[in-house]
């Protein structure tokens, strides 16, 4: 079918795949993970995905980039558990109450490890999800109903006008006169109008889309098809084999342990 | 067909019946029957398409296409067919976009024909317009009257619009209705007929009726000092690009400064870097006439320092609204102030008497309408009595009573020495008091 459009000319094979997959495949990488608590998993995992990465064109740079948030989390959390984390083996460390031992160490690194293996697969195949896309897939390939899905669509357009009107009640209430008392009070009270603002666009909002047939009785077509075919099938087939590769990994090394057990 | 009437008289709830989007019982009372093509109208979605007053809340998805699209859609409109409806309504409206074009950086002109476009890819038998064009600059209402006019060309649909601007619409219509408040309908004929007989009782109740256009008082006091002075002003958003540089102008007591130009152009910015609530981006604006021991420029000093020197009022009244009660919002004013009791109530009643909004000290702010929400918001801007009143598109979407009230409003306080700034796309309210107007250019820089 010719002229249906797409969001925008993209070269990346990976942005054109359905974002059910992305987050099918996200799914099961972060649920195999979250099983064990060990550092070889997390390890082999963050390896097959960084090659992954490379081997699907990600720039570094950008990755780098967008990931900064993720790996600062995952550091602090690192730091954190070395520090206070259950203690065991060699002591290396004490200050307070803070104990550094080999114990805590490596599940420090497991810890950062797992931040980062489930992170950043999460981070790359959400960043090239459209949200209309989403919409259509959840609505085509996984049959959630209509009205929910493009509720949330359309409420999520109008998310981003909260910005606006943050700013404008800022300066407004700077132009009555009220801005000069507590940060705390004023922020409650801003907040509060934002609120109501957002009530009175969104059944504005609602009025429109009934206008247009939203909610009528007539069996809703889709203008978008949203297809799950072999390349949705395959980016779950690797993130299925990323997953067993960490587990099994991780079971030959001895390393394993289910849900943290001993 | 044209419907008219006084603001109350139920013009847009019956525009909503129509389209059967006014809810169940639940929700209201409503009497009678009301059939479209033999069907009560909520059993008959997509007969009736309905185009609302604001462009922001009707633009329901992220793409141009889908936009238009999504109405097909919920009629099970087969795909192909939904988008060659899609392209010949775009077409038909004159929006000829790529399909993918992000629709939040349309302009409102832009999202209201984007409105109309879906509607018009619904196929309806029955157009609705309410107030499409309130919230337009001058050039979008033409651009959404003439998109109108297109499609409504072969007349194989049936119009139906709410407006108070008569003139916009009058060339398109060949019956205008006239409702009542709680008197139904007061007039039905050919548009002659019904403006020969009803136009002036139409103007008095605050239709925009040619023949009869509001009348201007005459103002009598000659500018005076300085009060406020901009030197190689630049403005920008807090993080945005400069939008103006270079600006140099005076505002002298006792006059009034228009500050036109097209969207864009940055005159709501220019209006709060002067109203002294955005720091500006070069030069200085300096009113230390006013500042009554304060430094010179407006940012600088305290809010609750501001408010009894520079008021603004801004394009959206609900962005400025505190308080529960009409009253409550009034006295917010005259508490910052520290007056005391007896002097507050008395500026209370008096602005609220001045602005008509006596009646109204009861009523939750949020539920007054389009012109109520207006005064107030200027009542509470000058209830601190500021010597200048910094307005943003203060008559925009007015009915002409309001207006013309709002400008007998602001001669008065010109005449009493008072100056105005007002920011606006209103050509006859910048004849009725301007005495001055600083024209910007779209981020070129202004003449004046």
């Keep these: 079918m010719t002229g249906i459009p797409t969001a925008a000319p993209r070269i990346q094979p990976i942005i054109r795949v359905n974002p059910v997959a992305k987050l099918a495949t996200a799914l099961v990488i972060g649920v195999a993970l979250l099983l064990s608590l060990d550092w070889v998993s997390a390890l082999v995992a963050l390896a097959c995905e960084l090659v992954l990465f490379v081997w699907a064109g990600v720039g570094a740079k950008r990755l780098v980039l967008r990931a900064l948030p993720i790996v600062v989390a995952a550091a602090f959390a690192g730091v954190t558990i070395a520090l206070y984390g259950r203690a065991s083996g060699a002591t290396h460390f004490t200050f307070l109450f803070a104990r550094v031992t080999d114990g805590s160490l490596s599940l420090a690194a497991a810890t950062v490890l797992r931040i980062l293996a489930i992170g950043l697969p999460a981070l790359v195949l959400f960043l090239t999800v459209d949200p209309t896309d989403l919409a259509d897939g959840l609505g085509q390939v996984l049959h959630l109903p209509a009205r929910f899905v493009l509720g949330s669509l359309a409420a999520l357009r109008l998310a981003g006008l909260f910005l606006d009107d943050w700013r404008s009640l800022e300066l407004a209430r700077r132009a009555r006169g009220t801005a000069d008392r507590g940060r705390v009070r004023r922020y409650a009270g801003q907040a509060f109008a934002l609120l109501v603002l957002s009530i009175r666009r969104g059944s504005k909002l609602a009025t429109a889309m009934e206008a247009r047939g939203f909610g009528g009785p007539a069996r809703r077509t889709w203008a978008r098809p949203s297809r799950f075919g072999w390349p949705e099938l395959l980016l779950v087939l690797v993130g299925l084999l990323v997953a067993a590769a960490a587990v099994s990994v991780a079971i030959a090394a001895g390393s394993w342990r289910f849900l943290g057990g001993q | ?448």
């Design chain 2, 1 to 448: 067909m044209l419907l008219l009437g006084a603001s109350g008289a139920g013009k847009s709830t019956l525009l909503q019946a129509l389209a059967g989007v006014l809810g169940g019982d639940d929700e209201g009372d409503s009497v009678g029957e009301l059939l479209l093509d033999e069907a009560r109208p909520e059993r008959a979605r997509g007969r009736a398409g309905l185009v609302l007053q604001d462009p922001d809340s009707q633009v329901i998805l992220a793409r141009v296409g889908d936009d238009v699209a999504f109405g097909c859609e919920n009629l099970g409109i087969p795909r192909d067919e939904i988008w060659r409806r899609v392209r010949s309504s775009l077409e038909a409206v004159g929006l000829p976009l790529p399909l993918d074009f992000p629709t939040d950086r349309l302009s409102g002109g832009q999202k209201q024909r984007l409105a109309l476009a879906g509607v018009l890819a619904m196929r309806p038998g029955l157009l609705l317009l309410d107030e499409p064009t309130a919230n337009l600059d001058p050039s979008g209402v033409v651009e959404v009257r003439d998109a109108v006019a297109r499609v409504t060309e072969n007349r194989d649909s049936t119009l139906v619009v709410v407006e108070h601007r008569v003139d916009t619409w009058l060339d398109l219509v060949d019956r205008v209705i006239v409702l009542g408040a709680g008197e139904g309908v007061l007039a039905d004929g050919s548009p002659e007929d019904v403006l020969a007989r009803e136009g002036r009782r139409l103007a008095a109740e605050g239709v925009w009726v040619p023949r009869f256009p509001p009348t201007v008082a005459a103002r009598t006091r000659a500018p005076g000092r300085t009060v406020l002075r901009a030197v190689d002003l630049g403005i920008a958003r807090p993080g945005g690009p400069e939008l103006q540089e270079g600006l140099d102008f005076d505002v002298r007591a006792g006059s009034a400064l228009a500050i036109t130009g097209p969207n864009g152009s940055g005159k709501s910015t220019l209006g709060l870097t002067l109203g002294g609530l955005l720091s500006p981006a070069a030069g200085s604006v300096d009113a230390l006439p006013l500042a009554a021991g304060l430094a010179s420029a407006p940012i600088r000093w305290k809010s609750r320092e501001l408010v009894s020197r520079i008021g603004s009022v801004f394009q959206d009244p609900e962005h400025q609204f505190l308080a529960g009660t009409v009253r409550e919002e009034l006295s917010i004013g005259p508490r910052v102030l520290k007056l005391s009791s007896a002097e507050a109530s008395d500026r209370i009643d008096e602005t609220a008497t001045r602005l008509r909004l006596m009646g109204l000290l009861a009523a939750n702010p949020f539920t007054l309408s389009g012109g109520e929400k207006r005064r107030l918001s200027v009542a509470t801007a000058l209830i601190t009595r500021p010597p200048l009143l910094v307005t943003d598109e203060p008559t925009f979407g007015q009915d002409s009573r309001t207006w013309a009230e709002l400008v007998a409003l602001f001669s008065e306080l010109l005449d009493e020495g008072s100056s105005l700034v007002a920011i606006t796309h209103d050509a006859a309210f910048v004849d009725a008091i301007a005495d001055g107007e600083l024209a910007l250019d779209a981020r070129t820089g202004a003449r004046r």
